[in-house]
């Protein structure tokens, strides 16, 4: 993405560019970044084709088809597909777009091991739109703040990360919330961020777990409560209670062996905020409570399989078990 960023600063273009990946909201920015770039304000030598109106044939006219007073004629390819299958001798055209054409092709997902991908790339730039990192989103959303006269701290930045999922989008849905809440307020706290962030599931999830790990069984089961009236099903929650067991033990297994918490990050893939909760939370569990909550886990969803228990009074209960205090632990 920085090199279509860096082309965009600099107003030079590539004959061609792929935008795709799984991250929608960072497929349109880029794209009409580009397009703005590009074209500016003019309609007339621009041209969209979606899903099945996006034939071959088209957008080869349309590249042929010289500007009318301007320096480029753009096309817009929005999820043809073509990345997918077989495209023949489109796949050459592509290293024959002429200079005075910008071909932008956007797509959730490619097969890079695609003859189109590879031709593409050789042509122009093709640009992965994946989630951004979690550095690279702490310095995108801090930005965002500093342009608003907004400040906030390292830590309360990774606070406001834990409560939102990883999409570009959905961040920055909550950053316009909270610069509104701020109003002429400059200094951004952990009390702004939890007034007015839109918890997720994950977010609900990490807190049970927390609640769990205190013995707090009010919380806990308040907090399942809000999980069940979201729609989550338990069984789903029930599997993401033991998959955050799970981490937990990774985390703890880890620590033992004396690995710093940037060998953990590379190992498992855990954002920043991630390896810090799951690092705290082992602190809460010993091992065999651990492992006692995966068994329960593994058990229980076997027998909502077989219909031998109610989901709902079982995640219920397993909850309460976790949070009694055990004197043999």
């Known amino acids: 993405m920085k090199k279509v960023q860096a082309d965009i600063r600099k107003k030079t273009f590539e004959k061609v560019y792929l935008l795709y990946g799984s991250d929608s909201y960072l497929r349109q920015n880029l794209k009409n970044a580009l397009r703005r770039a590009i074209a500016g304000t003019d309609e007339m030598n621009v041209l969209v084709l979606q899903e099945k109106e996006a034939e071959p044939q088209k957008i080869i006219e349309a590249a042929e088809t010289l500007p009318f007073f301007a320096e480029k004629r753009l096309i817009i390819v929005e999820n043809s597909g073509f990345f997918k299958r077989d495209m023949g001798d489109f796949a050459d055209y592509l290293e024959r777009i002429p200079e005075t054409a910008c071909v932008i092709f956007t797509e959730e997902t490619v097969d890079k091991r695609g003859r189109l991908f590879k031709k593409l790339e050789k042509a122009g730039y093709a640009a992965d739109c994946s989630s951004l990192d979690e ?60 007034a007015i962030t839109t918890r997720q599931v994950s977010g609900r999830l990490y807190e049970m777990i927390d609640a769990i790990g205190l013995r707090d069984q009010k919380k806990a089961l308040e907090l399942y409560y809000d999980l069940l009236v979201t729609k989550e099903p338990p069984v789903r929650i029930l599997a993401n209670i033991g998959f955050q067991m799970l981490n ?82």
């Open 135 to 194: 550095e690279e989103l702490k310095l995108q959303s801090a930005r965002r703040l500093q342009r608003e006269g907004k400040q906030i701290s390292e830590r309360d930045m990774d606070y406001f990360l834990s409560l939102t999922d990883s999409s570009t989008g959905n961040v920055s849905l909550e950053l316009e919330k909270l610069i509104c809440y701020l109003g002429d307020r400059e200094i951004v706290s952990a009390e702004d961020i939890s």
């Open 248 to 329: 937990i033990l990774k985390a703890s297994e880890m620590q033992a062996k004396g690995w710093k918490k940037k060998q953990m990050m590379e190992q498992t893939g855990w954002r920043n905020w991630q390896a810090d909760k799951y690092l705290r939370q082992c602190r809460q569990f010993t091992k065999a409570k651990l492992m006692w909550c995966l068994q329960q886990s593994a058990e229980l969803q076997e027998a909502f399989r077989s219909g031998l228990m109610d989901d709902t009074l079982a995640v219920e209960m397993l909850i309460v078990s976790l949070t009694a205090k055990d004197d043999n632990e």
